[in-house]
């Protein structure tokens, strides 16, 4: 493990038991992410990325694999994780409605991990009002309840809420698919902003590769529960490898003459995603790909680093 990793994943699996069958919705997926910098967690619905983003947490407890912090390897469940570890590790999920208690007004929402973790003992009203002011809310939003805000500054108040207990590492899953894409601005500009300053590291899980591009460090493209391709954010987007990766790229949106150079030629999608109860043997991938051998449908393929710090599972390049 090198020194600036501050999360690794080694060979992680969660499985979900349902009427149908095993839903292997994370099946054996490795990656690190370093301090300070913002990984990057792509893939259509289904593919395993929030369940990934929750079993770090320790929300899921993990079918196999370990997961370790800070070179340590973290106890399962988010119960048997001292408190010094849960203040250190926090999540801001998709939806800040149902997140925040509507009962509690905001000063009081925020207030709550300072009493727990004992920060700011005796100040903590004015640590409430210095994180409003860090996240770009008004103080007086200190005595209103989350029912009289909008949903981008209730987002805004779960991100204060998660930086109450000054962790170094923070989840975000999908935190602007809600809101309407002035708001995503604004919320991608007040992370990225708060990154900075307090050299915070993210995990961002989104399905938006445009947004991707802007925020990560690195990406990793998720399908079916595992990981397919790891790259720097401007190799992955100049030089994808995976042929599902270039597929998705092809399909995206461009505006820019340089975001038309480096967009791959158009891959026409082929096929849905397959039921994960019921997922294709060998590469889960070659029902739909254009480019399946005869070894893709029986073996599922190594993942391999073809240069440095660019992984990706396929045959083509093994
Ligand atoms: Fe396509 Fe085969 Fe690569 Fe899977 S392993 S992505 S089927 S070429």
Do not use: C, W
């Given at each position: 493990m090198n020194n600036d990793e501050i999360i690794q994943v080694k060979d992680l699996k969660k499985y979900f038991k349902t009427s149908l069958g095993i839903v292997r919705a994370v099946d054996g997926i490795s990656f690190t992410i370093r301090e300070g910098e913002?990984?990057?967690?792509?893939?259509?619905?289904?593919?395993?990325?929030?369940?990934?983003?929750?079993?770090?947490?320790?929300?899921?407890?993990?079918?196999?694999?370990?997961?370790?912090?800070?070179?340590?390897?973290?106890?399962k469940s988010v119960k048997k994780r001292p408190l010094s570890l849960r203040k250190e590790m926090q999540m801001v999920f998709q939806d800040p409605g149902s997140s925040l208690n509507p009962r509690k007004r905001i000063g009081q929402i925020i207030e709550l991990p300072l009493r727990v973790h004992r920060l700011h003992v005796g100040r903590e009203r004015e640590r409430v009002k210095e994180l409003l002011e860090m996240v770009g809310l008004p103080v007086d939003f200190i005595n209103r309840y989350p029912g009289a805000i909008g949903g981008g500054e209730k987002q805004l108040v779960a991100i204060a809420r998660a930086l109450a207990s000054e962790p170094s590492f923070i989840a975000l899953d999908e935190p602007t698919s809600a809101l309407d894409v002035s708001m995503q601005a604004k919320i991608i500009n007040t992370l990225l902003r708060i990154q900075k300053e307090l050299n915070l590291t993210y995990l961002f899980i989104t399905h938006n590769l445009s947004l991707?591009?802007?925020?990560?460090?690195?990406?990793?493209?998720?399908?079916?529960?595992?990981?397919?391709?790891?790259?720097?954010?401007?190799?992955?987007?100049?030089?994808?490898?995976?042929p599902y990766t270039k597929m998705l790229l092809s399909a995206i949106p461009v505006i820019t003459e340089e975001e038309e150079k480096i967009k791959p030629k158009r891959v026409i999608s082929r096929g849905e995603i397959p039921s994960p109860v019921n997922v294709p043997s060998g590469c889960y991938f070659h029902p739909r790909c254009i480019d399946c051998m005869e070894i893709c449908k029986k073996e599922d393929p190594p993942m391999v680093e073809v240069s440095t710090g660019h992984f990706v599972k396929c045959h083509l390049y093994t």
């Open positions: 913002t990984f990057g967690l792509v893939g259509e619905s289904g593919s395993g990325k929030s369940t990934t983003a929750f079993t770090i947490m320790g929300v899921y407890e993990p079918t196999d694999g370990e997961i370790y912090f800070k070179g340590s390897p973290l106890p991707m591009r802007n925020v990560a460090s690195r990406v990793g493209i998720m399908y079916l529960g595992k990981m397919f391709e790891v790259a720097e954010t401007s190799e992955f987007f100049h030089k994808p490898l995976h």
